[in-house]
């Protein structure tokens, strides 16, 4: 069975400064995709940035990024410039390919940003 | 369109109760998932639907817990004989899935459960 591990159940991080959140995943598969969700408080979740695992390059958006280690099974989330609106829980999900569409996701990591 | 849209949005119950959600997806999305998430865990998959076909059930869904999508638009999920396990919040979330192209699905905003 597919895991999900986030080891960081807080961060804090100062507005305008960057921040890391860590991932790792267990998996047999080879085809996959991963993904990282923030959840605001009171809020739905909402998609912040996802990587297919046969991708090498690693997939941006905006301010958000990831390192994609598939070899050591490691995915974590880079938030440069962090604003206030940022702060929220962070989930890391897996899906595997093809037709089944169930993720699977770690316990989440909370964001806090300061001014 | 406004998203995917839960109701109630909290609900408090007593032990033993019965108590039915409702989840109305982003209008033709063909997949709808059920997610539960307890306090200081990930959400943890229920079910899903393709259309009104329930395809997967998760072994967290015990025969308390029944789900329907009817002409595969809205869905239900009903929990009976409340446990105070049962305490969460329920996730529900659509997508449109069409041949291998699978974009992300989107979240409701949940319904909190509290069994007293």
């Known amino acids: 069975a597919q895991t999900v591990t986030q080891s960081q159940p807080e961060m804090s991080v100062q507005e305008a400064e960057t921040v890391t959140l860590s991932c790792t995943y267990d998996?047999?598969?080879?085809?996959?995709?991963l993904f990282w969700y923030k959840q605001p408080p009171s809020r739905q979740m909402i998609l912040v940035i996802r990587q297919e695992a046969y991708k090498q390059q690693n997939a941006t958006e905006n301010r958000f990024s990831v390192n994609f280690q598939k070899a050591a099974k490691s995915f974590s989330l880079k938030i440069s410039d962090s604003q206030l609106g940022d702060a929220a829980m962070y989930f890391c999900a897996y899906r595997k390919s093809g037709t089944a569409s169930k993720l699977t996701f770690g316990t989440g990591t909370r964001l806090q940003v300061t001014l | 369109d406004t998203g995917v849209s839960q109701d109630p949005r909290h609900k408090i119950t007593k032990r033993g109760q019965n108590v039915t959600f409702r989840c109305d997806p982003i209008s033709e999305h063909n997949r709808l998932y059920w997610y539960r998430q307890t306090l200081g865990q990930g959400p943890e998959f229920l079910t899903y639907f393709q259309n009104e076909a329930q395809l997967e059930k998760s072994r967290l869904l015990s025969d308390r817990f029944s789900a329907e999508r009817p002409k595969g638009s809205f869905s239900t999920l009903e929990i009976q004989r409340t446990e105070q396990g049962d305490s969460a919040m329920y996730l529900c979330?659509?997508?449109?899935?069409?041949?291998?192209?699978?974009?992300?699905?989107?979240f409701g905003q949940g319904t909190r459960l509290t069994v007293v």
């Open positions: 998996t047999s598969e080879s085809d996959y995709y």
């Open positions: 979330a659509s997508s449109l899935v069409s041949g291998r192209v699978h974009p992300e699905a989107f």
